[in-house]
C-alpha cells in the first residue's frame, strides 16, 4: 500500500454518517492511511468510532487517518472533498 495521495494536505470532509466530534466541512488534516498508520488502529477510540459508525460500510482498505484541529479521526476516502 503506497502512501495516501493526499498525505500532508488539507482537505473538507463530507460524512456519509453523522460523527459526534466533527461536521460536514470540517478541514481534515490527511496523515495517511489508517492501516500504515498503525495496523491496529481499529483497538484505538479513533477506530472504534469508525467502526461503530459506519458498521458494516467500515471499509478497512479505504480508511484514511488525520486530524481535525489536535483531534485523531479515521475517515472513509469518499468523505474527503478534496
Known sequence: MNEHPLSGKSVGIT????HPQIQDGDEFR?????LLVNPEMW?????????GRLGDAADYEQAVYGKVGYFGHILLHDELTG
Open 30 to 34: 490527511v496523515e495517511n492511511w489508517a
Open 43 to 51: 483497538k484505538t477510540p479513533a477506530g472504534a468510532m469508525f467502526v
Open 15 to 18: 460524512l456519509l454518517s453523522p
